[in-house]
């Protein structure tokens, strides 16, 4: 069933949105600062294609201290606009009975968006 799912969010969108997610990580990683927030931005938009049939799991070191000051300036600089852009497209989607799926799969990857480091789709 999840690949179904997984092949009707690709048409449906998932795909323009992991490509966005990607491209942008691309640009991120210009800069030597930005090489950690692209990485994330990649892995975000990887984990984008196909979130059907996995979940959020966070790493052995996710609240270190590093990870927690990256986290957070993450949070500041693009992770609430990302996390409210899934919930736009969340409440899009859940005004139809066919879209509830879909918004439970833009919901799921909101905690993704807000706090990248330690946390992976799985």
């Known amino acids: 069933m999840s690949v179904i799912g997984n092949l009707l969010w ?35 938009g990887v984990a984008t294609f196909t979130p059907f049939g996995k979940e959020i799991v ?8 590093l990870r927690v000051i990256f986290n957070i300036i993450w949070l500041i600089l693009f992770g ?8 736009m497209g969340a409440a899009l989607l859940a005004i139809t009975i ?3 799926p879909f918004a439970l799969q833009h919901i799921k990857l909101i905690p993704l968006a807000l706090f990248p480091f330690g946390r992976d789709l799985r």
């Open 10 to 44: 690709l048409i449906f969108g998932g795909f323009l949105a992991g490509l966005g997610y990607i491209v942008g990580g691309l640009l991120l990683c210009i800069t030597i600062i930005g090489i950690p927030f692209g990485v994330q931005s990649i892995k975000i």
């Open 58 to 65: 966070e790493g052995d070191n996710a609240n270190s201290p």
């Open 80 to 87: 609430w606009e990302i996390a409210v852009a899934h919930l």
């Open 98 to 100: 066919i879209g509830i």
